[in-house]
């Protein structure tokens, strides 16, 4: 079955880095557009940023865009987020979700990983 | 980037009633619409994808429906299982975006 496993998350301080991974398995990594997403505290869903199956094209939301990376890595069917300057806005549980397709728009987030809390505090 | 208003945002009901979620997008979005269900300290789980196709596994007492950019789920005959966060999400665009969510209560 499809399993998606996150880690990496945990307290870092404002102005720090931290590096996500999400491993997968169950399902051909390479033919999937995969994305992160992330619920603060008691808050809603928040999409951050998306990567096409073949890895040429990445969005991001305004808030993240420079300051995050995502990236994958077919051979270990490895999802990444690097998260550089963080902000306490930042803190939330970051959930990694492949795509029911190759694209990352016209599609849905079938499947879901538990989830890594990353907690942005001084 | 297109805004998807969700109402109510919390909703009591009793087990066996039928319930109806409402989502509006700000902008066009054709049928790229899907529901997502989350209860307490899990991940979403897909509901509903393309405005009305049921996911693998998904009860039939969950319907979805579009008009425009009005976006219905119904929940019919409610399920003790069922009381959870509600969840619609855009997919015509990037950024991809969330509604609000909806909290079912137990009444």
């Known amino acids: 079955q499809v399993l998606l496993v996150e880690s990496g998350g945990g307290v870092v301080q404002p102005g720090k880095s931290l590096t996500l991974s999400c491993g997968a398995s169950g399902f051909a990594f390479s033919n999937y557009a995969l994305h992160w997403v992330r619920q603060a505290p008691g808050k809603g869903l928040e999409w951050v940023t998306g990567?096409?199956?073949?890895?040429?094209?990445?969005e991001y939301i305004d808030s993240v865009n420079g300051r995050f990376t995502i990236s994958r890595d077919d051979s270990k069917s490895t999802l990444f987020l690097e998260m550089k300057n963080l902000r306490v806005e930042d803190t939330a549980v970051y959930y990694c979700?492949?795509?029911?397709?190759?694209?990352?728009?016209?599609?849905?987030?079938?499947?879901w990983g538990q989830g890594t809390l990353v907690t942005v505090s001084s | 980037d297109i805004q998807m208003t969700q109402s109510p945002s919390s909703l009591s009901a009793s087990v066996g009633d039928s319930v109806t979620i409402t989502c509006r997008a700000s902008q066009t979005v054709t049928t790229y619409l899907n529901w997502y269900q989350q209860k307490p300290g899990q991940a979403p789980k897909l509901l509903i994808y393309?405005?009305?196709t049921l996911q693998s596994g998904v009860p039939s007492r969950f319907t979805a429906s579009e008009s425009g950019t009005e976006f219905t789920l119904t929940i019919t005959s409610l399920q003790p299982e069922d009381f959870a966060t509600y969840y619609c999400q855009q997919s015509s665009s990037s950024p991809l975006t969330f509604g609000g969510g909806t909290k079912l209560e137990i009444k």
């Open positions: 393309a405005a009305s």
């Open positions: 979700a492949r795509d029911d397709g190759a694209a990352l728009v016209a599609t849905a987030l079938e499947y």
């Open positions: 990567i096409s199956y073949d890895g040429t094209k990445k």
